[in-house]
C-alpha cells in the first residue's frame, strides 16, 4: 500500500526495513508495531506497507494512517496517505442478472476488466429481439474493497467467477429467455391548484410537479402557484 509524503529524503536513499530496531525513524518503528504489518519500503517521498497474507488492508491501514499522524516525525513531515487511502470501489455489470463486467474506482483511477467468454456469451444468450439493452443492463454495487487495484481486481475476479459455474450461468440465460421483461412507461397525472396547495411536504409537491404532463393553458394557475 503507497502512502505519500510530502517531503522526499533528503538522501535520496531507500530502505526496506522487516523489523523493529534502534537507528530506524521512529515513525517506521510505530508502524512496524501494528499488527498485520510486514515489511516498509521507504524511498523518495512515499512509504509502500507490505502487509502479512492473513490481514485485511481495512482493517492495517486505518492503524498506519492513525499511526502516522499521531507520531511526532510524521507529523513534521505531514505524512498523508494518497487520495483514496487504499479504498476501491467494486462493481460488476449485469445484464438479467448475469455478470459479464467488473469496475474498480478510486478517486482518481478506474479499471475495468471483462469476466471469462462464457460469460460473455451467456449475456448474449439471453437477450431477446425486443430486450432494450440500456434498461435492462446494470451495474450492481459490491461494496469497497482495499489494496492495490490489481490485487483487488484478482480478488473480485475469484469471487464472481466461482460463484457463477457454468450450470448457474446456463440456468439464468434458462430463466431471462422464459420470462418477459417490461420496460415500465411513465405515468403522468394532473392535480389542480388547490390540491398542489394542500399538500404540506414539499417532497409531496415535487412529486406532483414530476409527474405533471405537458401543461396546456388551463394549467396556467398552477404553474403559477408552484413558482411562488
Known amino acids: 500500500m503507497k502512502i505519500v509524503l510530502n517531503e522526499k529524503r533528503q538522501d535520496n536513499k531507500s530502505n526496506t526495513y522487516t523489523s523493529i530496531q534502534d537507528g530506524q525513524p521512529h515513525f517506521i518503528n510505530d508502524i512496524l508495531a501494528i499488527e498485520g504489518v510486514k515489511s516498509i519500503f521507504h524511498v ?3 512509504l509502500a506497507v507490505d502487509k502479512k497474507p492473513k490481514f485485511d488492508w481495512e482493517e492495517v491501514l486505518p492503524q498506519v494512517t492513525a ?4 507520531d511526532e516525525a510524521a507529523t513534521a513531515n505531514e505524512a498523508v496517505p494518497d487520495e483514496h487511502f487504499g479504498e476501491v ?3 460488476v455489470l449485469k445484464f438479467k442478472g448475469i455478470p459479464y463486467q467488473i469496475k474498480l474506482t478510486t478517486n482518481t483511477e478506474e479499471k475495468r476488466k471483462q469476466l471469462p467468454e462464457i460469460f460473455v ?6 437477450q431477446k429481439d425486443e430486450d432494450n439493452i440500456v ?9 469497497v474493497r482495499y489494496g492495490e487495484l490489481d490485487e483487488v481486481m484478482a480478488e473480485v475476479f475469484e469471487e464472481i467467477t466461482a460463484v457463477y459455474p457454468e450450470s448457474t450461468l446456463k440456468q439464468l ?8 421483461v417490461v420496460i415500465p412507461e411513465k405515468s403522468y397525472q394532473h392535480v389542480t391548484l388547490e390540491t398542489y396547495q394542500s399538500a404540506k411536504d414539499w417532497k409531496d409537491k415535487l ?12 394549467d396556467f394557475p398552477i404553474i403559477r402557484g408552484s413558482i411562488k
Request: aromatic share 8%; no cysteine.
Open 44 to 46: 523518495m517521498d512515499f
Open 121 to 126: 456469451d451467456s449475456m448474449l444468450a439471453a
Open 173 to 180: 440465460v434458462e430463466e431471462a429467455l422464459a420470462t418477459d
Open 135 to 143: 434498461f435492462l443492463r446494470k451495474w450492481e454495487d459490491l461494496g
Open 67 to 70: 499511526t502516522l499522524k499521531e
Open 89 to 91: 470501489k467494486t462493481e
Open 207 to 218: 412529486r406532483m410537479l414530476k409527474s405533471f404532463p405537458t401543461p396546456t393553458k388551463t
